[in-house]
């Protein structure tokens, strides 16, 4: 089998790539450049795509034996990626990039172009597993990623391989040491690569300015502050408020909603943050095939965590979701992933992207 490894830079995607090597399989490696100006981005346990990474894939490569290239999808990536994630924003969304760009760049940009150039496979460093066609949790939860895998279709697992699932993170790193990767003690990445003061609130405010509004006390209708735009906000956010004063009760207050038109954040105890019954569009199942009513699931809103048992039922197109337990800090624009309610529950099912919720 012809297979084209993503090679981020990092532990795991260069173990990922010496054990498709093992396998026998041909084997070219390929580093994706995000940005126009990679000088740009975080380095180190911080970093991501960054001129730092593209030289450590480059020497795994070259400890592998395999050819390596970069291409550049710097705009692809602003535009689906960058430009996606602001504008979720400033609509009152929650966006997750690193969903989006496994949708859109991983396996839909960098995909179709292995496919035209006659790969079999799009081989990856994520933690996660394929057995029998299925989408499966990473064997170490702290590693799994299987939450930002669950967009991807039938079609695009068919031509998908994820090596490293089936070992827990302290063992890849063995491996790698064992191999003679220089990776293999490089620290992973964490937050969001494009934002590289890690402060987001300010990265929005650069890109939509300023949009002064009122923080508004969702029982009582006191306004509490004012703020600078709802983009600085999440649902179920707790610091950070911009609150005068304290609230009637004395009692913290979260995010409870955004309204971008009026440009109110309306915030409430932490009793009022509970979801029983969520809204979603654009489903995706994993299998290919769109249940014809009601199934039984367990959803998952978080990449960690955020789990409740559910039943999906198909509604005009889209989702509606009953829990049956109460989810907090559930906000629009995230994704809710389903998962098999089986005793294991590692089996992803599908995804959609949440719209509302009561």
Request: glycine share 12%.
């Amino acid at each position: 089998m012809k297979v084209l490894a993503a090679m981020s830079g990092g532990v795991d995607s260069a173990v990922a790539a010496a054990r498709v090597v093992d396998a026998g399989h041909e084997v070219v490696g390929v580093h994706l450049a995000l940005s126009a100006n990679p000088g740009t981005l975080r380095t180190g346990a911080r970093g991501c795509c960054s001129k730092e990474d593209s030289r450590d894939a480059a020497r795994a490569a070259d400890m592998l034996g395999i050819p390596y290239y970069v291409w550049d999808l710097a705009e692809r990536f602003r535009a689906d990626v960058i430009d996606d994630f602001v504008a979720e924003y400033a609509a009152g969304r929650t966006p997750n990039p690193c969903l989006r760009c496994n949708e859109q760049i991983k396996f839909s940009a960098l995909l179709d172009r292995a496919l035209d150039l006659g790969f079999d496979a799009v081989c990856t460093g994520h933690h996660a597993q394929l057995s029998s066609g299925e989408l499966r949790r990473s064997v170490d939860p702290g590693k799994d990623q299987s939450y930002v895998l669950a967009v991807l279709s039938a079609s695009q697992l068919e031509h998908a391989v994820f090596p490293v699932g089936d070992t827990p993170k302290d063992g890849i790193r063995q491996e790698a040491a064992r191999r003679g990767l220089t990776v293999a003690d490089k620290p992973d990445s964490h937050d969001i690569c494009f934002i590289p003061s890690g402060d987001t609130r300010s990265f929005l405010t650069e890109r939509l300015g300023s949009r002064p509004g009122d923080v508004v006390d969702d029982e009582t209708g006191e306004v509490l502050g004012r703020h600078d735009g709802v983009h600085g906000f999440t649902v179920g956010q707790r610091r950070g408020l911009g609150m005068d004063r304290s609230a009637p009760d004395g009692r913290p207050r979260f995010v409870l909603s955004l309204e971008p038109a009026s440009g109110t954040v309306r915030v409430g105890g932490a009793e009022r943050l509970g979801v029983s019954e969520i809204e979603a569009q654009r489903p995706v199942w994993t299998s290919g095939a769109v249940p014809a009513g009601p199934i039984d699931c367990v959803a998952q809103i978080r990449a960690h965590g955020g789990t409740a048992p559910a039943v999906a039922k198909p509604v005009d197109g889209g989702l509606h979701v009953a829990l049956g337990e109460t989810l907090r800090g559930v906000a629009p624009g995230q994704a809710v992933a389903f998962y098999r309610p089986d005793p294991g529950g590692d089996v992803v099912l599908g995804s959609a992207t949440i719209t509302a919720t009561a």
